[in-house]
């Protein structure tokens, strides 16, 4: 069964601080991995996006790994911010993309605090 | 350009009583979508659309209906509401994928709608 877990369910850092969240997937046939960003009460916005060659994407102080032998991607953010607090959501493509091909994580709810 | 937009923002419905969601989209694209989001779940896909006048069913389709008769709009309806389809809905959009092997669309999203269903 196509599943994508990410882990922890929730975090708490100290503003400034590093923090890193992790995504693993059990999705075949692979084609992409995304991660998305959701802030309270609006839609999910896309950070980055890696296919199956790709093993570290960057976005400012947002950067994303994949290592797609062990089917793992990890999401790193640097310096944390208070407008980092969201809900991040890894996101699997499976085959060509078209709809109904999306497999979605739970997502990690992160807060940043002063 | 307002890019995805959605109404209305909240609904309270009763049982049984129908209702429709709009979505709209504004950046020519092809392929649109409509999710349900709750709680400790990922985004959940209900129907989609490869194209105006074409719609088809995602993963939760049940108890809904759609339509694409205009490229911009993406219609989402609700026959006879159910306690259980209490939760926050989702649109978005994406261009039609250039190729297969090529990292496909990244999916546009617009604000959602939170619906109660009481």
């Known amino acids: 069964k196509n599943q994508v877990e990410q882990s922890p369910q929730s975090l708490i850092i100290l503003e400034g601080k590093n923090c890193t969240l992790q995504c693993n997937y059990t999705v075949s046939p692979f084609s992409n991995l995304r991660w998305y960003k959701q802030d309270t009460g609006r839609g999910p916005v896309s950070l980055t996006i890696?296919?199956?060659?790709?093993n570290t994407k960057s976005n400012g102080r947002y950067t994303a790994t994949l290592d797609a032998d062990t089917k793992q991607s990890s999401l790193h953010i640097t310096a944390s911010q208070l407008s980092d607090s969201a809900s991040y959501i890894c996101?699997?493509?499976?085959?060509?993309?078209?709809?109904?091909?999306?497999?979605f994580g739970q997502g990690t709810e992160l807060s940043v605090k002063p | 350009n307002a890019g995805v937009t959605q109404t209305p923002k909240f609904r309270v419905l009763k049982t049984g009583q129908s209702m429709t969601l709009l979505c709209a989209q504004d950046?020519?694209?092809?392929?649109m979508y409509w999710y349900r989001q709750d709680p400790g779940m990922g985004l959940r896909l209900i129907h989609y659309s490869v194209g105006e006048g074409t719609t088809a069913k995602g993963e939760v389709p049940d108890g809904y209906n759609v339509s694409r008769l205009k490229k911009q709009n993406f219609l989402l309806g609700l026959e006879s509401a159910a306690p259980s389809q209490t939760s926050v809905y989702f649109c978005a959009s994406s261009y039609r994928p250039r190729s297969r092997t090529g990292p496909g669309d990244t999916q546009y999203f617009g604000p959602g709608t939170r619906l109660t269903v009481l």
């Open positions: 950046m020519n694209h092809e392929y």
């Open positions: 996101v699997v493509s499976s085959g060509g993309n078209q709809g109904g091909k999306l497999i």
């Open positions: 890696m296919t199956f060659s790709e």
